[in-house]
């Protein structure tokens, strides 16, 4: 991360078993942030009601619920359960008052009806690793919400993802990698890993046509304003 210029991480939880991996990496390094929540690709986990997600959030260097959301795509069948699991986080966030990061995968529309339904605005947050179409992005941004953009913006098919990249107005855009997936150019088919972020940037610095120090300038800023992380702990 330091040779690549990338200061500061946040670590997603995307299940209570392995949480507590997540919050030690977190506390035992100054520049990483951690999460707390339930994937929704993850069944038979347990659904933590929504004290133990505000407990759980309480804990030091803990900045955002999630990851949550949905995904009609791995998972078929009645998946109310998913949707009950994504009101319980936004629920949470709200009372702890920390920002949500949301998964939305095949699922657009009932994503941003559960938002509006349960206020998710008033938590805000992040709609992470975005593969939706500009108008997705438009009403997410209504409600309060940043873009989050990763290596599949660099992929030659992704003509979507980077029609919504040239379009987010750079106060509202995050960078990411999704590590230890969706690895960018050069490196696309490898291991992802937080130093790669740089290639994502780049990307769309490029298809923006503007210095990619306004973009990592802006997706830092962004990032230290939207988790309420010190830009001086790197």
Not at 69 to 87: A, I, K, V
Request: negative net charge; charged residues 25%; glycine residues 6%.
């Amino acid at each position: 991360m330091a040779a690549n210029r990338v200061t500061h991480a946040l670590i997603i939880s995307v299940n209570l078993r392995t949480l507590p991996d997540v919050l030690r990496l977190a506390a035992e390094h100054e520049n990483l942030y951690a999460t707390v929540g339930v994937h929704p690709d993850t069944e038979d986990a347990g659904e933590p009601t929504i004290d133990e997600l505000v407990a759980l959030a309480a804990q030091p260097k803990v900045v955002a619920i999630g990851e949550t959301g949905l995904d009609y795509y791995r998972l078929t069948g009645d998946l109310e359960w998913q949707r009950t699991r994504f009101r319980s986080h936004i629920r949470a966030a709200r009372e702890c008052r920390k920002p949500l990061v949301i998964h939305t995968r095949a699922a657009g529309a009932d994503t941003l009806a559960i938002m509006r339904d349960e206020r998710a605005g008033e938590a805000g947050g992040v709609m992470h690793c975005f593969t939706e179409t500009w108008e997705v992005a438009q009403a997410a941004m209504d409600q309060g919400f940043h873009i989050s953009f990763s290596g599949i913006v660099t992929f030659k098919n992704a003509k979507m993802v980077q029609d919504v990249a040239r379009r987010v107005p750079l106060d509202r855009m995050l960078i990411e990698t999704d590590s230890p997936y969706l690895a960018p150019v050069p490196y696309r088919g490898k291991t992802n890993q937080p130093a790669y972020v740089r290639y994502v940037g780049e990307e769309i610095a490029r298809l923006r046509q503007v210095p990619v120090e306004d973009v990592a300038a802006a997706t830092s800023a962004n990032f230290f304003r939207l988790f309420g992380v010190s830009a001086l702990a790197h």
